[in-house]
């Protein structure tokens, strides 16, 4: 099982070190953030400002480069459904609309500021693809969304991390500024002042497999271990055990390398659907075809 830790130790997320120390993050969060914030898309009608509270958060907006970086790293595309945690002035729903050509929505708590955020996705030209939601996230159903952005607190994230998880597996998370504790990113964001990060929502794939060719006799018994998108196991075959080599879920994806009977690296690919798994081991360029099924959660 891999512990390798993706962030540098310079750019590690402040969040551990002010963790339980509220006044104090939410001063780093305030004055960290302040240098990237942008000039405010206010309009005659209301204009917010930097720092106002929110109702679990304060506003700040996120830099449209970040914003771009963090979309980009996501790569969010016209088939995506983008949902915005908090979303302000609807910036992040309003460029993932307008600049990469998804769905979008923003859920915003104060209803001048989603007011505003609906007269800016106007302006934009995206009002048909953009669609503010004046509620509360912690009580509006997001689960149809295939990209999350938030730009919230740790422990937010904390709190919204279970309904995460549980996500369908290959949605993405970008995260400005806060990480999710032990559920380490899958990739770092770097911004001008704050980062942000990505995670993609793993399968759950831990527990007892068993495998079998689509068009043969042979089967193994694959047990995994598994922490967020860190997984780790065994393989069985005619009662003798080896570590998988390599393991890895990524979203719906799960990979494993193992040695076989005759030495030869064996890499198995599957695409997970639930308690089944369909896809195909390889030894060079022949593929045999594969199909699994968990036996014990
Ligand atoms: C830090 S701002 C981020 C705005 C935007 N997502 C961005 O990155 O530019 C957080 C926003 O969340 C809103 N907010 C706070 N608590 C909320 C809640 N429980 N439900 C919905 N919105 C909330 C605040 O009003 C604020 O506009």
Redesign the pocket.
């Known amino acids: 099982m891999s512990t390798a830790d993706p962030l540098p130790k310079a750019r590690r997320p402040r969040a551990f070190s002010f963790a339980g120390c509220a006044g104090t993050l939410m001063l780093a969060f305030a004055t960290s953030a302040a240098a990237q914030i942008v000039p405010p898309h206010g309009d005659e009608i209301y204009r917010p400002k930097a720092g106002q509270s929110?109702?679990?958060?304060?506003?700040?907006?996120?830099s449209e480069k970040l914003v771009a970086a963090m979309l980009r790293a996501a790569k969010v595309g016209p088939t995506d459904q983008v949902v915005?945690?908090?979303?302000?002035?609807g910036?992040?729903a309003i460029a993932a609309a307008r600049d990469f050509g998804a769905r979008a929505i923003g859920?915003?708590?104060?209803p001048p500021?989603a007011e505003l955020a609906r007269r800016n996705a106007e302006r934009a030209g995206v009002a048909n693809r953009v669609r503010i939601v004046t509620?509360?996230?912690?009580r509006e159903d997001f689960t149809a969304a295939t990209v999350v952005?938030?730009?919230?607190l740790p422990e937010l994230n904390l709190q919204l991390r279970p309904q995460l998880l549980a996500m369908k597996p290959g949605t993405r998370i970008v995260s400005?500024a806060w990480t999710m504790a032990e559920w380490q990113p899958d990739e770092l964001i770097r911004g001008e002042s704050m980062d942000a990060y990505l995670w993609i929502v793993p399968a759950r794939v831990e527990g007892r497999w068993t495998i079998t060719e689509v068009n043969g006799s042979a089967s193994a018994t694959v047990d995994i271990v598994q922490r967020f998108q860190r997984i780790g196991g065994t393989i069985t075959i005619a009662g003798e055990t080896q570590p998988l080599l390599g393991a890895f879920v990524s979203g719906p994806e799960l990979g494993f390398t193992f040695v076989d009977r005759d030495g030869g690296l064996k890499a198995v690919r599957l695409t997970v659907d639930g308690d089944r798994a369909t896809g195909n081991s390889r030894l060079d360029e022949w593929a045999v075809p594969l199909q699994a099924r968990r036996v014990r959660g």
């Not at 109702?55 to 907006?61: A, E, I």
């Not at 859920?107 to 104060?110: G, H, L, R």
């Open positions: 929110g109702k679990d958060v304060m506003w700040l907006g996120t915005d945690l908090g979303a302000g002035d910036r992040i859920i915003e708590y104060e500021m509620g509360d996230i912690f952005t938030m730009y919230l400005h």
